[in-house]
């Protein structure tokens, strides 16, 4: 069978879940009144220390909303160059909010304060006004990468100083806390909001959380209703998203570890380019500029051995580790690339 490595989005529900979600007390959301969706609401603001939370219907939606509750039409927003609000949401920022994104390049995905202070806009009526500043933990593009501690508390502080917020695009932020051993909470503490995937690592089917105070959460929700967001008994899928943070949380270091077998491999492999050292959770990309097979070819020979994976611009490939696949298809396949490419 194909080991996919394309996206850790792919898992489907196991048996357990599937259990949990057919056990599933519901009632009528848009009404408040499921009480799954309450329990995961309760259980992930806790999580994080934040005073309440939303569930939506997936990670754009949250980042979409998250924008549209802190900013208004012709502010400005910072967020980095290859985040997935600016690269990958079809534009829902501006299309929606009318916000002007506002990029800037930045090693591993991490900004700088530095970086970001010297963009704040002055108050200059030609100037649309800088609100929010974007940061995005795990870093998708850049690999998985973890933001270093003290340059996210720094982040943190200085904006709010400024008057900006802070908005965390913390899809696989449960990755970051496994993989460094902060708490949820701790690195929520220096920012105002957090939009969480269920449907990443975790292996849920669908959904995510807004995680806020309680004014931010009360705008998301007429927001995620205007978006035509609402749900009615979605107290099933809640049920996944519950049972996924009990029983799939901390089995992410297994993924972390596999996507080290998987690097090593490619470390391997002449003209390809990647330091196992610098893959911190569960994101492998390898650059093949070196590598005189094409990236469709790359992939296509990788796919007769049953081994998919995914092209990230190019001369970028990705390959994710996650709950459906074993460390012995991982070990399978680092053998296959060893033994097509090395
Ligand atoms: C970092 C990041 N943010 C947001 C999203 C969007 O999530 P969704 O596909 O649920 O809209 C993704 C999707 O893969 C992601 O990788």
């Given at each position: ?287 093949v500029?070196?590598m005189e097979a094409s990236d469709d070819a790359i992939i296509a020979a990788l796919g007769e ?35 097509l490419f090395?």
């Amino acid at each position: 069978m194909a080991m996919d490595f394309r996206s850790d989005t792919l898992t489907k529900p196991t048996p357990a879940m599937r259990e949990a979600m057919a056990r599933a007390e519901v009632g009528d959301d848009v009404f408040d009144e499921d009480p799954s969706i309450h329990a995961l609401q309760d259980e992930v603001a806790g999580l994080f220390g934040k005073e309440a939370a939303l569930f939506v219907a997936s990670g754009t939606m949250a980042n979409v909303a998250a924008v549209l509750a802190q900013t208004s039409p012709g502010t400005e927003v910072i967020c980095e160059e290859g985040c997935h609000i600016f690269q990958y949401e079809a534009g829902s920022a501006a299309a929606f909010s009318g916000v002007q994104l506002r990029t800037i390049e930045a090693d591993r995905g991490h900004l700088h304060w530095a970086d970001i202070a010297a963009r704040i806009r002055s108050d200059d009526i030609h100037a649309p006004p800088t609100v929010l500043v974007c940061l995005e933990n795990t870093h998708n593009r850049a690999g998985g990468t973890i933001y270093p501690r003290a340059v996210w508390d720094e982040i943190g502080k200085n904006a709010h100083a400024r008057q900006l917020r802070v908005h965390v695009d913390g899809a696989r932020i449960w990755n970051a806390a496994v993989a460094s051993g902060v708490s949820l909470r701790d690195m929520a503490a220096p920012v105002d909001t957090l939009s969480v995937c269920l449907s990443k690592g975790l292996g849920a089917p669908v959904g995510s959380l807004l995680v806020g105070d309680s004014e931010f959460i009360a705008r998301a929700r007429r927001w995620r209703k205007r978006l035509g967001g609402g749900m009615r008994q979605g107290g099933i899928l809640a049920a996944a998203g519950l049972h996924a943070l009990t029983h799939h949380r901390d089995r992410l270091a297994d993924d972390h570890e596999n996507a080290q077998i998987l690097a090593r491999a490619w470390a391997d492999v002449p003209g390809a380019t990647i330091d196992p050292a610098r893959v911190e959770t569960n994101i492998v990309i390898v650059e093949v500029a070196g590598m005189e097979a094409s990236d469709d070819a790359i992939i296509a020979a990788l796919g007769e051995r049953d081994v998919r994976l995914l092209g990230m611009g190019p001369r970028r490939l990705r390959m994710v580790t996650h709950l459906d696949v074993s460390r012995d298809d991982c070990e399978r396949a680092a053998a296959a690339v060893r033994e097509l490419f090395a």
